[in-house]
């Protein structure tokens, strides 16, 4: 039973030393320096996983970043240190964010950074919400998101488009079936 236990708790371990690896100290960095430059607040803002817990653990100061990008954003920002309000700040910057555009496949869950569970999907949450900011005027980070460019076709250029057999549904320029043999061939 007892190394049964020892196990699991070895698997844990190896889970939780995987997504750690994951973990960029080069884009928490740029994102405590975009958040610092958004809120103006002078934080400590080296990259290293210990550093970055604790400046955003309350996550008062993530509350503070969304309104500073879109003002009034999130009405009542808990100030104490007591579990279950710092995990209520957490959530709403999390349902702010996905209010200001960020998909939910970029967010986190609330565990990820309260318990120190996953905080690689925090910085993606993060460069995410900073590719974003742009949109509502502020400085952005990460790479310029991709804008939509549509396309308007005549009539007659998409019925020309109609009549080409594209390459991936293949040609059958010199096939034969010269050299194919099913089975065992005939002896005369």
Known sequence: MANNRAAKSGFAAEAQRKVNAKYSEELAHESLEWIAAITGDAINTAGDMDNFYEVLKDGTLLCRLVNCIKPDTIKKVNKTTMAFKCMENINAFLEAARDLGVPAQ??????????????????????????????????SIGPKEAEKQERQWSEEKLKAGQTIIGLQMGSNKGANQSGINFGNTRHM
């Open 106 to 139: 970029e967010t986190f869950q609330t565990v990820d950074l309260w318990e120190r569970q996953n905080l690689n999907s925090v910085v993606i949450c993060l460069q995410s919400l900073g590719r974003k900011a742009g949109n509502y005027g502020k400085p």
